[in-house]
């Protein structure tokens, strides 16, 4: 198992999928309600992200 629960890293993929398809195809939008639905996934990556990186290290910069 990695430093992410699965469905956070698949989340993750889901955004890269999605910046991708907006790089190469202008005319690609995302529906608000699409964007609506992950905040909440993305949110509690950013939490696991920032006590992955300032946890090791303490509260230095923040």
Request: without cysteine; hydrophobic residues 30%.
């Given at each position: 198992m990695g430093l992410l629960p699965v469905e956070l890293a698949k989340m993750y993929n889901k955004l890269m999928d999605l910046r991708?398809?907006?790089d190469y195809s202008p005319e690609?939008?995302?529906?608000?309600?699409s964007v609506i639905e992950l905040i909440p996934a993305?949110?509690?990556f950013n939490l696991i992200m920032e006590e992955l990186v300032f946890?090791?290290?303490?509260?230095?910069?923040r």
């Open positions: 991708d398809e907006a690609y939008e995302v529906s608000r309600e993305v949110e509690k946890g090791a290290v303490g509260d230095v910069g």
